[in-house]
């Protein structure tokens, strides 16, 4: 068990190094997170002012909860290219199977990577997101709004996002990771849509109701990415990674 997480984590450790020595890995999270974090803070400093509390906490909630969430999976998608690509690019995956970390362990490893990697930056999303909140709730005399389900979205989104990175990495070991990216870019996107321009899924009931389906979601997914695993074979991966 000890040697299996150890394999793992030198093979996440692997991938964070080929990454941050590239500087396309840095700034295309970095510019995700700024736009997103400055498209807050203009909803924020465009709406009109109204005694309605009720529109700004649902704006505050959408900012921690949802658009979080799409900006940790969305910060996945970058990635795709630089952790999969490159493998079929310079033809190291025959050599990097025959490793003793092993296919399975590869596959984890870079989910583990690809995971960490976004959640982090996705953090710093929500510092960034959580000033620009409270500095302008402050300066409207406003109390922050914090709600107990905005705390469970917070705990429940590493799972969700883990799950996610799972999948696109077990998807990128068979196909293209550039159509994986793409395809996965647009689910996110419009679940991103769908739950914060719907004004009956921002209710207090449907949060609570979302909260556990996405959870149970998260669930499934890692369920059949563990069961498609099995699936999973030397030569299928290397035929996908052969120019």
């Not at 991938?15 to 997103?36: D, H, S």
């Not at 704006?59 to 690509?85: K, N, Q, R, S």
Request: glycine share 4%; with cysteine.
């Amino acid at each position: 068990m000890n040697r299996g997480i150890a394999l793992v984590w030198a093979v996440a450790r692997k991938e964070y190094q080929e990454v941050t020595c590239r500087w396309t890995g840095l700034i295309q999270p970095g510019i995700l997170v700024a736009l997103f974090a400055l498209s807050i803070l203009m909803v924020i400093r465009v709406m009109p002012w109204t005694d309605n509390m009720e529109s700004y906490t649902l704006v505050a909630e959408a900012a921690v909860t949802d658009i979080f969430l799409a900006v940790c999976l969305l910060c996945v998608v970058p990635l795709l290219p630089l952790v999969f690509g490159k493998e079929r690019l310079a033809g190291t995956m025959e050599f990097l199977l025959a490793s003793p970390a092993g296919l399975h362990t590869i596959w984890i490893g870079k989910a583990t990577f690809l995971f960490l990697w976004a959640y982090s930056w996705a953090l710093v999303y929500l510092v960034a997101c959580a000033t620009i909140l409270f500095w302008q709730f402050r300066a409207w005399g406003l109390p922050f709004p914090f709600a107990s389900t905005t705390a469970a979205f917070l705990l429940m989104s590493p799972l969700v996002c883990f799950a996610f990175a799972l999948l696109v990495s077990e998807l990128s070991m068979v196909f293209s990771s550039r159509i994986v990216g793409f395809l996965s870019s647009l689910a996110v996107m419009g679940f991103l849509f769908l739950t914060t321009s719907s004004a009956k899924m921002r209710s207090a009931a449907s949060t609570e109701a979302r909260l556990v389906m996405m959870a149970l979601l998260a669930v499934v997914v890692v369920v059949i990415c563990v069961a498609l695993s099995s699936k999973l074979s030397r030569e299928r991966v290397l035929l996908a990674h052969t120019k």
